[in-house]
C-alpha cells in the first residue's frame, strides 16, 4: 500500500506558478505510476498529468501541456506538478493518485488508481 500527502495548492493570480507536491509512504513508490488529477465545483474529477514508474514516459491533458510538468524522485518518493501561466479555469482541488498495476490505456482514467490523497485547493485569481 501506498499513502498520498499533497502540498503546495494555494491562491496566484492569473499567470502566475505554483508547485505542487505528492508525498509518498511506503517501500514500493518506485513501482507504482502517478498521476494528478482535479476536480472543480460541480465537475467530475479529470486527468492532468500522469508519469510512468521510472519517470521515463509523462502523459498530459491538453489544456494543461506546454504549461504543466510532472517529474518523480523515486529516493524522496515524491512527486510534482509544476504549474505555470496559470489561468483561472485551473482552479480546483488538486489530487495525487497512485496505482501500481496500471497501463497505458488507462493511466488517464481516475478508475484506474487505487491510491488517492486528500487534495489540495489550487485557486487561480484573474
Known amino acids: 500500500q501506498v499513502q498520498l500527502v499533497e502540498t503546495g495548492g494555494g491562491l496566484v493570480q492569473a499567470g502566475g506558478s505554483l508547485r505542487l507536491s505528492c508525498a509518498a509512504s511506503?517501500?514500493?513508490?518506485?513501482?507504482?505510476?502517478m498521476g494528478w488529477f482535479r476536480q472543480a465545483p460541480g465537475k467530475e474529477r479529470e486527468f492532468v498529468a500522469a508519469i510512468t514508474w521510472n519517470g521515463g514516459t509523462t502523459y498530459y491533458a491538453d489544456s494543461v501541456k506546454g504549461r504543466f510538468s510532472i517529474s518523480r524522485d523515486n529516493a524522496k518518493k515524491t512527486v510534482l506538478l509544476q504549474m505555470n501561466s496559470l489561468k483561472p479555469e485551473d482552479t480546483a482541488v488538486y489530487y495525487c493518485?497512485?496505482?501500481?498495476?496500471?497501463?497505458?490505456?488507462?493511466?488517464?482514467?481516475?478508475?484506474?488508481?487505487?491510491?488517492w490523497g486528500q487534495g489540495t485547493q489550487v485557486t487561480v485569481s484573474s
Open positions: 493518485a497512485a496505482e501500481r498495476s496500471i497501463s497505458i490505456a488507462t493511466i488517464k482514467w481516475a478508475s484506474g488508481y487505487d491510491y
Open positions: 511506503g517501500r514500493t513508490f518506485s513501482t507504482y505510476a
